[in-house]
């Protein structure tokens, strides 16, 4: 296979769909391995193009097979699917991913590394536990309205339930279900603190994410993520193509030569938007404390602006400066003000 210059595969759980072509895009090959088969079957192939959708495995796939001298190219599934050709079926997408990767203007999703990964399983970890938890307070907000107990909203209260229970008048049983309700929540609490714990003492070893906290109300959960999705931010070719992938640029509907901008599109990782839009209340909050150009150009908006609409605004330039702070391997610096206090 001296002509081979492209593979594509089609991911699967336990088999994998292959399609070869040469540079002139014919077909050489159509395979279905084994994951031990395809790694074997790579590992004796020359070096060549290898070409997946970003999906659940890829990134490992793509390191093991960069490890094996080819070249490992993710590309995100929706520009693979107008290049589908009549009916889905597994070689056909294999085709497909060819296809698209063929294209001269195609973008590509860089490989993420072990530690990226590693960092990202942390984040969804800490996501799922907190959702447990507000459910968990909630039942038992719910529970006790039932018995005309009415609790102020927050963690706090729950942390003191056992005196809560003491002062009203309740059915045995239901205390029991309560309390028990109640040492989960705990529990989920203790395993929250701890890997918030975690990620501080990983952001610490870190560069990028030590100096991603230099930044304006950006806290260990945000400058993680954001490093863990940026890495060293050469895959973006601006500040601007980054704060498109999180979804925090206007999304446009234009035809006939008129521009027509819309909403923001929300497109990419929308965690990480709602921990930037976050950030960029948080800093709205203490505005009469920042200083600088940008909290300049923060009251300036505010005067012409919604305040959802300077928020949304406020966490695309916060999104900028973070390409910056990773592409140019600086720190942040909030420079001298503009406008006399």
Request: glycine residues 8%; charged residues 25%; aromatic residues 6%.
């Amino acid at each position: 296979m001296s002509d081979l210059a492209l593979v594509g595969i089609d991911l699967g759980k336990h088999t994998f769909h292959l399609h070869g072509q040469d540079k002139y895009g014919r077909e050489l090959f159509r395979k279905k391995l084994s994951r031990q088969q395809m790694m074997r079957f790579f590992a004796n192939l020359s070096a060549c193009t290898v070409v997946m959708e970003a999906c659940a495995g890829a990134h490992f796939v793509a390191r093991e097979l960069t490890a094996m001298g080819h070249q490992a190219k993710l590309i995100s599934p929706q520009f693979v699917k107008p290049f589908v050709k009549g009916n889905k079926n597994d070689f056909v997408d294999a085709e497909a991913i060819c296809e698209a990767a063929s294209r001269p203007s195609m973008r590509f999703v860089s490989p993420k590394t072990e530690a990226q990964q590693t960092l990202s399983v942390l984040h969804r970890l800490r996501e799922s536990l907190v959702g447990e938890r507000t459910k968990a307070v909630n039942q038992m907000h719910g529970f006790l309205l039932e018995f005309g107990v009415s609790l102020p909203q927050g963690l706090a209260m729950m942390k003191r339930l056992a005196s809560v229970l003491a002062e009203h008048e309740l059915p045995v049983r239901l205390t029991v279900l309560l309390q028990r309700l109640h040492d989960h929540f705990v529990y989920l609490d203790e395993q929250i603190k701890a890997l918030d714990k975690e990620l501080v003492c990983q952001l610490a070893d870190d560069d990028l994410g030590r100096r991603l906290l230099g930044i304006p109300c950006v806290g260990p959960i945000t400058a993680s993520l954001l490093a863990v999705e940026m890495g060293d931010g050469q895959q973006y070719g601006c500040s601007r193509d980054f704060a498109a992938s999180v979804g925090l640029v206007p999304r446009q509907y234009s035809t006939g030569g008129k521009a027509n901008l819309m909403g923001i599109s929300k497109r990419g990782d929308k965690n990480l938007r709602r921990l930037l839009v976050q950030c960029s209340r948080v800093y709205m909050q203490r505005l009469e404390h920042q200083k600088g150009p940008l909290a300049d150009w923060e009251r300036s908006l505010l005067t012409r602006r919604h305040s959802n609409v300077v928020a949304c605004a406020l966490a695309n330039k916060l999104a900028r400066i973070a390409w910056a702070i990773a592409a140019n391997h600086t720190e942040y610096e909030a420079g001298p003000s503009t406008i006399a206090a």
